[in-house]
């Protein structure tokens, strides 16, 4: 039988610092790109990204202490910023032009005077995006996007008793250690998302910061620097995308003019 030990020690938790790393890295290092499209000053998605790193830190206390039910609601409100940060990248890519320097849908939303449009438009605007169809078409292969999100709906409205009981610390530990099996699983696939998505709308966002820091120091860069990827994102992408999706890795590889290794 598992014990209590065995649920402090479930890779989850070991996932999910990995994960807090990787946003804490990428929100440094996109700060300093411009935006474009909004009169926002500082990068927009600098913020959105230190936001879903506290929203991973905020899961990984909760489900230290044994809320797996909880933890799930804000899986759902990370699944939702991840797709968010995509829709309003691609929105702002579609609609900025020197006629429309400000795109004002995205404008609003920033200025706390309009709301964006619901997680289903959102998500279709992605998935009917010709600049990231590559990915959508992995992306959406099956139906396991689907299944997530009905868990995350299903915890956040005890539509299940099953999943209000997941908050109860005196749960039988074999129900709780399976269903943190599937929480670590829906969690990844998640960031898997993001990050694919990523490469192909923002993929810029991965370089390392060698070519910068040599233009910074009036050095002249090695040809090509600009297209070296950043540790931190190397590392996700071997032991993370690779591992779990080698599909979606190959297919990145095939389509980016990032050098990943």
């Given at each position: 039988?598992p014990?209590e030990?065995?649920?402090?020690?479930?890779?989850?938790?070991?996932?999910?610092?990995?994960?807090?790393?990787?946003?804490?890295?990428?929100?440094?290092?996109?700060?300093s790109?411009?935006?474009?499209?909004?009169?926002?000053?500082?990068?927009?998605?600098?913020n959105?990204y230190?936001?879903?790193?506290?929203?991973?830190?905020s899961?990984?206390?909760?489900?230290?202490?044994?809320?797996?039910?909880?933890a799930?609601?804000?899986?759902?409100?990370?699944?939702?910023?991840?797709?968010?940060?995509?829709?309003?990248?691609?929105?702002?890519e579609?609609?900025?032009?020197?006629?429309?320097?400000?795109?004002?849908?995205?404008?609003?939303?920033?200025?706390?005077?309009?709301?964006?449009?619901?997680?289903?438009v959102?998500?279709?605007?992605?998935?009917?995006?010709?600049?990231?169809?590559?990915?959508?078409?992995?992306?959406?292969?099956?139906?396991?996007?689907?299944?997530?999100?009905?868990?995350?709906n299903?915890?956040?409205?005890?539509?299940?008793?099953?999943?209000?009981?997941?908050?109860?610390?005196?749960?039988?530990l074999s129900?709780?250690?399976?269903?943190?099996?599937?929480?670590?699983?829906?969690?990844?696939?998640?960031?898997?998302?993001?990050?694919?998505?990523?490469?192909?709308?923002?993929?810029?966002?991965?370089?390392s910061?060698?070519?910068?820091?040599?233009?910074?120091?009036?050095?002249?860069?090695?040809?090509?620097?600009?297209?070296?990827?950043?540790?931190?994102?190397?590392?996700?992408?071997?032991?993370?995308v690779?591992?779990?999706?080698?599909?979606i890795?190959?297919?990145?590889?095939?389509?980016?003019?990032?050098?990943?290794?």
């Open positions: 039988m014990s030990q065995d649920y402090q020690n479930h890779p989850v938790f070991a996932q999910l610092e990995h994960y807090i790393s990787f946003y804490e890295s990428l929100a440094y290092s996109v700060f790109f411009i935006p474009g499209g909004t009169s926002a000053i500082c990068n927009i998605d600098s959105v230190s936001s879903m790193q506290g929203t991973l830190a899961i990984h206390a909760i489900l230290q202490c044994g809320k797996i039910n909880d799930y609601a804000l899986l759902r409100k990370y699944y939702d910023a991840a797709i968010i940060n995509i829709y309003s990248n691609l929105y702002l579609d609609h900025f032009s020197i006629e429309n320097f400000v795109v004002q849908h995205i404008e609003n939303w920033l200025n706390g005077t309009d709301r964006l449009p619901e997680y289903r959102m998500s279709q605007y992605i998935r009917t995006s010709h600049r990231v169809t590559p990915i959508s078409e992995l992306i959406y292969c099956d139906e396991r996007y689907k299944h997530l999100r009905d868990r995350c299903d915890h956040t409205h005890y539509n299940f008793y099953y999943n209000l009981r997941l908050n109860d610390i005196e749960v039988d129900t709780r250690i399976k269903a943190l099996d599937v929480f670590a699983s829906d969690v990844r696939d998640v960031m898997i998302l993001h990050v694919a998505y990523l490469f192909f709308a923002k993929e810029f966002y991965m370089a910061d060698d070519y910068i820091g040599c233009l910074d120091c009036g050095v002249t860069p090695e040809p090509d620097s600009q297209y070296w990827v950043a540790p931190f994102v190397q590392d996700f992408f071997d032991h993370v690779t591992l779990y999706r080698p599909d890795a190959a297919r990145i590889r095939e389509n980016t003019s990032m050098h990943l290794k």
